[in-house]
């Protein structure tokens, strides 16, 4: 067995797309559409392994979606941790630092957490 893919489940696909494009510089590598256009899963990936993440859009969907108690997260490595945090401020996303240990949280527009860690 090898990892494939993680899904979030988001309420504005495009607003999620660009949000993950511009902080994490993800890509669209596929999409399912439903014929009947009752839901969309995207798959973005970052050009250097083969994990993808999968956004589900689900047509009608209005409330937020439950994230529990926000006590799991994906992780993304950042090449250059100080051009990442600076994009990340920037963008107002950052939610949670840990100078002891290196990393930071980010939030999408969902509300999913997003860890970045240092290349080791």
């Known amino acids: 067995m090898y990892f494939n893919h993680v899904k979030f489940t988001v309420l504005d696909l495009e607003k999620s ?5 511009d902080a994490l510089g993800l890509k669209e590598t596929s999409r399912f559409e439903t014929p009947d256009g009752s839901f969309i899963n995207l798959y973005l990936g970052d050009r250097k392994t083969g994990f993808r993440l999968e956004l589900t859009w689900n047509n009608g969907r209005e409330e937020p979606y439950d994230l529990g108690e926000e006590s799991f997260h994906l992780a993304l490595t950042a090449e250059d941790m100080d051009a990442a ?9 950052i939610v949670f630092e840990n100078p002891m240990m290196g990393i930071y949280f980010i939030k999408d527009p969902d509300g ?7 290349e080791k």
Request: proline residues 5%; hydrophobic residues 45%.
């Open 85 to 93: 945090h600076a994009l990340h401020e920037e963008m107002g996303c």
């Open 112 to 118: 999913y957490w997003i860890e970045i860690v240092p």
């Open 17 to 21: 797309i660009k949000f993950y494009e």
